[in-house]
């Protein structure tokens, strides 16, 4: 008989800890998860031999109580103990509620209160799948937060595909839909390698329908030979062991307060739209009756319209975004062009960060192979065999290169392959198929850093000293400023700041004062490859609310020179990340722009990248692409997941490359880039 215990509303997937009642329960252990209404009680029912489309009353004796629909029965955590099928061995199994049944955070510390003083360890999750539904937002979260919180489950997932219909009807449907077990299994497989964090390796699905007709010889076959696979699979699994409870309180309690912190500045955000939105209709409404009243006036005016600039392209929405363009009153004629323009083929994501766009790819060029020489070349990093880019014309490395939206990519100084600081400028836009030359720099310059900024390309620090030079000659002292239009330079005039080289900027969006480059790091001496590097652990500001002069930030935890340095969301907050650059290599730093409370230490990398690393947006995840620790160039790529903080090699990928470029770019940006469509978002 089974035994059901009821445990109080929770979510099994991490807390369990070492008690004796949870020692005794007999293994494998099996934790059902998924959404309300995919079928994780009836399949927690069936996987113990009990009959789902039995009578009510033979039902009754089912452990686990079912709901229809939506309207999930399942409110509280709990397990029971029986055979496997209702004829093999003794085994555990712990249903648990809907991830949709309650907020995520008081979930989880629920369950760590019930689960975690009652089982220590479990053997497999196993996360149902209804057929045919789709990612939802929550389903991701959920999943994502389970990551963030209880380690690395994923060794021991299995996903259920439920209301998978064995019956002769159905399996001749899904054959005239082309949709096979293998097939569907492929799309689950690479649907949750998308979607969640860090995953990488294939996870094993099962196809169990626990209404299965029971006096149907083929469909009892099925179900059982399925169920028995997933067995046999579990049996190889190591055990999970859970974390302790006092670590999860204070794991959520930190989440609690982000969250809250989160919460209030979307309200914030949210009545600044409105008030914004408000006034938008408030001058509307100004403009129709001030055009009312000339109408009445001169009702003999030929009025008409010239059209204005166009206006930023909005968010990829059912891959399709917009751009509109305003009507400037003019008297006579009226053009005939659309006031909107719509772009087809984008790809749509949820971020507020454009570089995590899933329809970028990392475009590096340039930089030496090792300290003794050899010269890096163009590579173009997108997952997509259809993707290449055109070569950059001279071979250059500590060269500084941005990439604007509407503007294109631009690139400057370096040093060559003779070792001497150069004043060379390349620019390359949509539409071209090569580089083009800009104009050169006043100063011939190595080790500068760029970023466009309100329309301008920023060119700031760098020195004119050639490569084997002991001490260097920092000469852009203020920093130099291209305006496309004018295809000029200019000196930039934002305060001083000691002279430095191979520091790092990026552009940021304030929520409250708009477009702000932030600099890091950087040094006034010559870096050499056997020492430690001499960084500094200074952090600027500069945005056009605050007068455009550059105010001291926070220091970074550690100097940093020759470092990468890029916007990234972590844990649902945007900041500014740096990486390498300094004696700690693998080490790295978050700066949370929402928070503003100062540096924080994240998670190491994998490899030691001292000198001259770069980070890149691969389809929406961010990389960190060669560098170099004496005596060896990195040549691993490493991928970082924002929602635990981890990195990891990224498989068949190399970059044996440090001191070059290496730029976030849309696909479309190249014309010989083509991507296949992103499994990320088939699901959405």
Same mark, same amino acid.
């Given at each position: 008989?089974?035994?059901?215990?009821?445990?109080?509303?929770?979510?099994?997937?991490?807390?369990?800890?070492?008690?004796?009642?949870?020692?005794?329960?007999?293994?494998?252990?099996?934790?059902?998860?998924?959404?309300?209404?995919?079928?994780?009680?009836?399949?927690?029912?069936?996987?113990?031999?009990?009959?789902?489309?039995?009578?009510?009353?033979?039902?009754?004796?089912?452990?686990?109580?079912?709901?229809?629909?939506?309207?999930?029965?399942?409110?509280?955590?709990?397990?029971?103990?029986?055979?496997?099928?209702?004829?093999?061995?003794?085994?555990?199994?712990?249903?648990?509620?809907?991830?949709?049944?309650?907020?995520?955070?008081?979930?989880?510390?629920?369950?760590?209160?019930?689960?975690?003083?009652?089982?220590?360890?479990?053997?497999?999750?196993?996360?149902?799948?209804?057929?045919?539904?789709?990612?939802?937002?929550?389903?991701?979260?959920?999943?994502?937060?389970?990551?963030?919180?209880?380690?690395?489950?994923?060794?021991?997932?299995?996903?259920?595909?439920?209301?998978?219909?064995?019956?002769?009807?159905?399996?001749?449907?899904?054959?005239?839909?082309?949709?096979?077990?293998?097939?569907?299994?492929?799309?689950?497989?690479?649907?949750?390698?998308?979607?969640?964090?860090?995953?990488?390796?294939?996870?094993?699905?099962?196809?169990?329908?626990?209404?299965?007709?029971?006096?149907?010889?083929?469909?009892?076959?099925?179900?059982?030979?399925?169920?028995?696979?997933?067995?046999?699979?579990?049996?190889?699994?190591?055990?999970?062991?859970?974390?302790?409870?006092?670590?999860?309180?204070?794991?959520?309690?930190?989440?609690?307060?982000?969250?809250?912190?989160?919460?209030?500045?979307?309200?914030?955000?949210?009545?600044?739209?409105?008030?914004?939105?408000?006034?938008?209709?408030?001058?509307?409404?100004?403009?129709?009756?001030?055009?009312?009243?000339?109408?009445?006036?001169?009702?003999?005016?030929?009025?008409?319209?010239?059209?204005?600039?166009?206006?930023?392209?909005?968010?990829?929405?059912?891959?399709?975004?917009?751009?509109?363009?305003?009507?400037?009153?003019?008297?006579?004629?009226?053009?005939?062009?659309?006031?909107?323009?719509?772009?087809?083929?984008?790809?749509?994501?949820?971020?507020?960060?454009?570089?995590?766009?899933?329809?970028?790819?990392?475009?590096?060029?340039?930089?030496?192979?090792?300290?003794?020489?050899?010269?890096?070349?163009?590579?173009?990093?997108?997952?997509?065999?259809?993707?290449?880019?055109?070569?950059?014309?001279?071979?250059?490395?500590?060269?500084?290169?941005?990439?604007?939206?509407?503007?294109?990519?631009?690139?400057?100084?370096?040093?060559?392959?003779?070792?001497?600081?150069?004043?060379?400028?390349?620019?390359?836009?949509?539409?071209?198929?090569?580089?083009?030359?800009?104009?050169?720099?006043?100063?011939?310059?190595?080790?500068?850093?760029?970023?466009?900024?309100?329309?301008?390309?920023?060119?700031?620090?760098?020195?004119?000293?050639?490569?084997?030079?002991?001490?260097?000659?920092?000469?852009?002292?203020?920093?130099?400023?291209?305006?496309?239009?004018?295809?000029?330079?200019?000196?930039?005039?934002?305060?001083?700041?000691?002279?430095?080289?191979?520091?790092?900027?990026?552009?940021?969006?304030?929520?409250?004062?708009?477009?702000?480059?932030?600099?890091?790091?950087?040094?006034?001496?010559?870096?050499?490859?056997?020492?430690?590097?001499?960084?500094?652990?200074?952090?600027?500001?500069?945005?056009?609310?605050?007068?455009?002069?550059?105010?001291?930030?926070?220091?970074?935890?550690?100097?940093?020179?020759?470092?990468?340095?890029?916007?990234?969301?972590?844990?649902?907050?945007?900041?500014?990340?740096?990486?390498?650059?300094?004696?700690?290599?693998?080490?790295?730093?978050?700066?949370?722009?929402?928070?503003?409370?100062?540096?924080?230490?994240?998670?190491?990398?994998?490899?030691?990248?001292?000198?001259?690393?770069?980070?890149?947006?691969?389809?929406?995840?961010?990389?960190?692409?060669?560098?170099?620790?004496?005596?060896?160039?990195?040549?691993?790529?490493?991928?970082?997941?924002?929602?635990?903080?981890?990195?990891?090699?990224?498989? +068949?990928?190399?970059?044996?490359?440090?001191?070059?470029?290496?730029?976030?770019?849309?696909? +479309?940006?190249?014309?010989?880039?083509?991507?296949?469509?992103?499994?990320?978002?088939?699901?959405?």
């Amino acid at each position: 008989n089974s035994t059901m215990i009821h445990l109080g509303l929770a979510f099994l997937v991490g807390v369990c800890l070492t008690l004796v009642s949870g020692d005794e329960l007999p293994r494998p252990r099996f934790v059902v998860l998924g959404q309300q209404g995919v079928g994780k009680s009836s399949l927690s029912n069936a996987l113990l031999g009990y009959d789902n489309t039995a009578t009510k009353k033979q039902r009754s004796q089912s452990p686990f109580e079912i709901g229809h629909g939506l309207a999930s029965k399942t409110k509280h955590t709990t397990f029971s103990t029986g055979q496997w099928l209702g004829k093999g061995a003794v085994v555990t199994v712990v249903d648990t509620p809907g991830f949709e049944d309650s907020k995520d955070a008081e979930f989880v510390e629920e369950l760590s209160t019930v689960l975690g003083n009652t089982i220590p360890e479990i053997d497999s999750f196993l996360i149902t799948y209804k057929y045919k539904d789709r990612f939802t937002t929550s389903f991701v979260r959920t999943l994502n937060m389970i990551s963030k919180m209880f380690g690395n489950i994923w060794p021991n997932v299995v996903v259920v595909i439920s209301f998978w219909d064995a019956g002769r009807v159905s399996m001749t449907e899904r054959g005239n839909a082309n949709v096979t077990e293998a097939t569907y299994r492929k799309e689950i497989q690479d649907a949750f390698k998308s979607q969640v964090g860090d995953l990488t390796e294939d996870i094993p699905v099962f196809f169990l329908d626990s209404y299965f007709t029971r006096t149907d010889e083929a469909e009892k076959a099925f179900f059982e030979m399925q169920a028995t696979d997933l067995y046999k699979v579990v049996n190889k699994m190591t055990s999970f062991e859970c974390v302790k409870r006092e670590v999860m309180l204070e794991k959520i309690k930190e989440s609690k307060g982000k969250f809250d912190r989160q919460r209030k500045r979307a309200i914030k955000k949210q009545r600044s739209l409105k008030k914004e939105a408000n006034t938008c209709a408030v001058n509307l409404k100004s403009s129709q009756s001030m055009l009312s009243f000339y109408k009445a006036k001169n009702p003999d005016m030929d009025l008409g319209f010239k059209w204005g600039e166009w206006g930023d392209w909005g968010s990829c929405e059912a891959g399709k975004k917009m751009r509109q363009r305003s009507k400037i009153a003019a008297e006579g004629s009226t053009p005939d062009e659309e006031e909107t323009e719509i772009e087809e083929g984008c790809t749509e994501f949820f971020s507020n960060n454009a570089l995590e766009s899933p329809d970028n790819v990392a475009y590096t060029f340039g930089g030496r192979l090792g300290s003794d020489g050899g010269e890096a070349g163009t590579r173009v990093y997108s997952n997509s065999k259809w993707c290449s880019a055109p070569a950059f014309p001279e071979w250059r490395q500590k060269m500084a290169a941005a990439y604007g939206p509407g503007q294109g990519a631009m690139a400057c100084g370096g040093w060559d392959s003779k070792g001497l600081a150069t004043d060379g400028c390349w620019k390359f836009k949509e539409g071209q198929s090569q580089w083009e030359e800009a104009p050169k720099t006043e100063l011939k310059l190595a080790g500068s850093t760029a970023v466009w900024y309100k329309g301008e390309y920023w060119l700031l620090g760098g020195s004119s000293s050639n490569e084997n030079s002991k001490s260097q000659k920092n000469t852009n002292k203020k920093g130099l400023k291209y305006n496309p239009k004018t295809e000029t330079w200019s000196e930039v005039d934002a305060g001083f700041l000691k002279p430095f080289h191979s520091a790092c900027v990026v552009n940021i969006e304030d929520s409250e004062n708009g477009e702000t480059l932030f600099l890091t790091g950087g040094t006034g001496d010559t870096i050499q490859f056997e020492k430690d590097i001499p960084g500094r652990k200074t952090a600027f500001a500069l945005n056009e609310v605050k007068g455009n002069v550059w105010k001291s930030y926070p220091n970074m935890k550690l100097g940093r020179a020759g470092h990468a340095c890029t916007v990234a969301t972590i844990e649902g907050n945007m900041g500014v990340i740096v990486a390498g650059g300094t004696h700690n290599g693998d080490s790295v730093e978050f700066f949370d722009w929402e928070e503003h409370k100062g540096w924080t230490g994240l998670q190491r990398m994998g490899r030691q990248r001292g000198i001259g690393p770069g980070f890149a947006y691969i389809r929406g995840s961010l990389n960190v692409i060669g560098g170099y620790d004496w005596p060896y160039t990195v040549t691993d790529v490493e991928s970082f997941n924002g929602v635990d903080g981890s990195w990891a090699v990224v498989p +068949k990928k190399q970059a044996k490359r440090f001191n070059h470029v290496a730029l976030t770019v849309p696909a +479309k940006l190249f014309p010989t880039c083509k991507l296949a469509k992103s499994k990320k978002n088939q699901r959405n």
